[in-house]
């Protein structure tokens, strides 16, 4: 079948840009052979994350075996995806899949399972949780409106629609109105601005509960016109990605590293071109600067000297690494003598230690899944040896791993 016929690939398109604009997932079409011919994404999934020639084998043999159905599938990171056969003058051409999106909120025990099936680097938790909590959670219900909407829409070739638009009347305004309406703005603009300062200013410090205070007051921030007329959905979402970069903006001068901000940004660039409509959006522009003060407050190294910066940045982003002092300081570079003292200083600990707090903190996340071994958590956040880990999990919590796992479970239980 030849995807470059040019009514195969219109009507495709077509079909495939309706399915994304409606649903707000991606969707992609693929040819037989597993070439992606046509897309419309929201945003990049991680490679290691990506659909593979595996799992496109699987869905096209659920899809050949019989005409008109919808395969439902998950793989092995919990990415959720319905898919359908599309067919071009009588023959199968390819398929259409739609997503990925979840049917589980992704919390810290959903990420912490992605980690250790997959044996993803522990250092990589925040990047994939920003990443899960970008998709969209859909319920069975929804799912399932969801395959019935695209076998039906599948079942024949996708033709555009002839669309009539009625003439608008624009009401006749006063000089004396427009003059008021302009002076009105520009009062709303200054406003606004001085809102912004004081709002970025008190992400930057890390002031959750200034920035609290001030999300209540932020209507102001939204109130100037409709830029795109008749459509409010598309204005709102062009200020909420301003209100995005600015926020990552005060977070970079609130001293967190450039890589946990990409993460948050590209989170909410994602939710906010999917966002459905304006209730959902207003609650996005309440959540972007308080998860960005959040990371101001558990990310910032503003406090810290640059070689202490460097030092806890490469830390937190190697955990699972063997980790020592000497290999630190060749990478800032600095003199291992030198950033020792500087770090015990400022931080409170040695190096070993912070390291030592940090693993500790990720194995308890990890301990608290039923399935996982204390060797396996151990090995996971960087420890080689069982004993050692015993002993530092022990120092710093009183407890053993396993009195700590039983602890948790019987808690949840």
């Not at 077509?14 to 399915?19: E, F, K, T, Y």
């Not at 606004?192 to 410090?205: A, V, W």
């Not at 795109?228 to 001293?255: E, H």
Request: hydrophobic share 40%; proline share 4%; charged share 25%.
């Amino acid at each position: 079948m030849d995807i470059k016929d040019n009514s195969l690939n219109t009507s495709l398109q077509g079909l495939v840009n309706s399915l994304h604009s409606v649903s707000k997932i991606d969707v992609r079409f693929y040819d037989m052979d597993f070439d992606l011919a046509v897309f419309q994404v929201g945003g990049a999934i991680p490679e290691a994350l990506s659909l593979d020639n595996i799992d496109l084998e699987h869905m096209k043999r659920s899809l050949i075996s019989e005409r008109d159905i919808c395969c439902y599938y998950i793989n092995s990171f919990r990415l959720e995806y319905v898919a359908s056969g599309y067919y071009h003058q009588g023959a199968l051409a390819g398929f259409l899949v739609v997503g990925p999106f979840l049917s589980l909120i992704p919390d810290l025990s959903f990420i912490s399972d992605i980690i250790y099936k997959n044996k993803f680097p522990v250092s990589e938790r925040n990047a994939l949780r920003q990443f899960y909590q970008s998709l969209s959670v859909l319920s069975n219900n929804d799912i399932n409106a969801l395959s019935y909407a695209v076998s039906n829409m599948t079942a024949k070739e996708a033709s555009p629609p002839k669309v009539a638009i009625a003439d608008v009347s624009t009401p006749f305004k006063t000089v004396e109105a427009l003059k008021d309406k302009v002076e009105e703005n520009n009062a709303i603009v200054e406003a606004r601005y001085e809102h912004e300062k004081r709002f970025l200013d008190s992400i930057t410090m890390g002031d959750l509960d200034k920035v609290k205070d001030l999300n209540k007051k932020s209507a102001i921030f939204f109130s100037i016109p409709d830029r795109i007329p008749n459509d409010p959905t598309r204005s709102f979402k062009n200020l909420l990605f301003v209100l995005n970069t600015l926020c990552r903006t005060a977070a970079r001068k609130g001293g967190v590293n450039p890589i946990y901000i990409h993460n948050l940004s590209e989170k909410f660039a994602i939710m906010i071109e999917k966002a459905p409509n304006l209730p959902f959006l207003k609650q996005l522009s309440e959540i972007i600067p308080i998860e960005y003060c959040e990371l101001v407050q558990s990310h910032s190294t503003s406090g810290y000297s640059p070689i202490v910066r460097q030092a806890i940045d490469y830390i937190n982003l190697n955990l699972e690494s063997s980790l020592n002092l000497t290999e630190i300081a060749d990478t800032i570079p600095a003199n291992p003598s030198h950033l020792s003292r500087k770090f015990k200083a400022e931080t409170g600990h040695t190096v070993t230690e912070y390291i030592n707090l940090q693993r500790i903190k990720e194995a308890k996340l990890l301990l608290e899944q039923n399935d996982m071994s204390i060797t396996d958590v151990a090995f996971i956040v960087g420890f080689n040896d069982l004993n050692y880990f015993t002993r530092v999990f022990k120092k710093m919590t009183q407890i053993t791993p396993s009195q700590y796992a039983k602890t948790k479970n019987a808690t949840e239980t």
